[in-house]
Structures are given as C-alpha cells and as structure tokens.
C-alpha cells in the first residue's frame, strides 16, 4: 500500500504529502476530505451548468420545436411543465 520512507515512518498511497500516517500509526484523513471536496465542487458546478444550459433552451428553443401549433405563451408554458417534471423527479431518484 505504502512506501517506507527514509525515516522508517510508512506512508500512504494517494494525493502526495496530504495522507501520511502519524507517529503512532493512525492515517490522517485529510487528503480524503480534500478529494470529496474537489470531487463534490466539480460535479456540482457540472450539474449546475447543465440545469441552467437545459432551462435556457426551455425557454428559447423547445416552446418552437415540440410544440409548434400552440401559442407562444402555452407553448413556452407547456415546455417549462415538462423541464420542471424532469427536475423534480431526475432518474435514478
């Protein structure tokens, strides 16, 4: 798992110089913390952009596509039920 270090002291494999064991052997954890951190702000900021990329297009480009024969008012009423229905119940939920 670990390599030995010159001083004898075994440290732990993952972001380097973030998880280390302590003297008395425990794993510090915060290189763990660290990488949920990072991993959760960058899938964060990922759907965040795809939610507000799909709501724009909800409100310029769907109203005109799929449904044409309405008014523009229903329609765009009509597209943003459907963006709503498929924000309040996302797959896998």
Not at 7 to 17: A, D, E
Request: a negative charge; proline letters at 4%; glycine letters at 10%.
């Amino acid at each position: 798992m670990g390599e030995a270090s010159a001083s004898g002291k075994r440290q732990q494999s993952g972001i380097v110089g973030l998880s280390h064991e302590t003297d008395n052997g425990a794993v510090d954890g915060s290189a763990n913390i660290v990488r949920v951190a990072l991993a959760s702000a960058i899938g964060n900021t990922i759907e965040y952009y795809d939610f507000t990329l799909y709501a724009t297009a909800t409100a310029l480009v769907f109203n005109k596509i799929f449904f044409p024969s309405f008014d523009p008012l229903v329609g765009s009423l009509a597209a943003s039920s459907v963006h709503w229905c498929t924000s309040a119940s996302p797959p896998g939920s």
